[in-house]
């Protein structure tokens, strides 16, 4: 389908709106490897956002839920916003706003990737400490919980 027109550029939007909530950085370039020029792509997510259909924050709060839920942590979630090209300010409003609890976070993917419990030796202590900053916590949070410190 060529992307040649306002309304193709549009209905395209629109599509990949109605399967998840997109950031404008993330819709544009998806529009622009569809070939759609850059003028139309403007015009077409311009009027969207007037219409409400494009939100970065319902963007933004949708992807920090998602990921929370998975398993992640508040670095991670934060660089990989990053990376989407949204800017630091609304990161952080959207992280504080998810008002998520990171410690019961970090202590449910805890027991649930290392069901033994606290880790017995160095190596292991090391293996639980990179696995958990790789989901996005910090050393702090991490250390805490490994010296048994957040365990109800």
Same mark, same amino acid.
């Given at each position: 389908?060529?992307?040649?027109? %306002?309304?193709? *550029? =549009?209905?395209?939007?629109?599509?990949?709106?109605?399967? =998840? &909530?997109? #950031?404008?950085?993330?819709?544009?370039?998806?529009? =622009?490897?569809?070939? @759609?020029?850059? &003028?139309?792509?403007?015009? @077409?997510?311009? $009027?969207?956002?007037?219409? #409400? /259909?494009?939100?970065?924050?319902? !963007?933004?709060?949708?992807?920090?839920?998602?990921?929370?839920?998975?398993? !992640?942590? +508040? /670095?991670?979630?934060? &660089?990989?916003?990053?990376?989407?090209?949204?800017?630091?300010?609304?990161?952080?409003?959207?992280?504080?706003?998810?008002?998520?609890?990171?410690? @019961?976070?970090?202590?449910? %993917?805890?027991?649930?990737?290392?069901?033994? #419990?606290? +880790?017995?030796? *160095?190596?292991?202590?090391?293996?639980?400490? $990179?696995? %958990?900053? !790789?989901?996005?916590?910090?050393? &702090?949070?991490? #250390?805490?919980?490994?010296?048994?410190?957040?365990?109800?």
């Amino acid at each position: 389908m060529m992307l040649d027109t %306002l309304v193709a *550029v =549009r209905r395209t939007a629109m599509d990949l709106l109605a399967r =998840r &909530e997109h #950031g404008r950085v993330e819709l544009t370039r998806k529009l =622009r490897l569809r070939g @759609a020029p850059v &003028e139309l792509i403007d015009s @077409a997510l311009d $009027r969207l956002a007037e219409e #409400g /259909l494009l939100s970065e924050s319902r !963007y933004l709060d949708s992807f920090v839920s998602s990921k929370a839920r998975s398993g !992640y942590g +508040p /670095l991670r979630i934060r &660089e990989e916003l990053a990376q989407r090209g949204l800017p630091r300010a609304a990161i952080e409003q959207a992280l504080a706003a998810a008002d998520i609890d990171w410690s @019961a976070q970090l202590r449910e %993917l805890w027991q649930r990737k290392f069901p033994a #419990g606290l +880790p017995t030796d *160095v190596r292991e202590r090391a293996k639980q400490g $990179r696995f %958990l900053a !790789y989901r996005g916590f910090s050393q &702090e949070q991490i #250390g805490r919980l490994l010296r048994g410190a957040d365990l109800d």
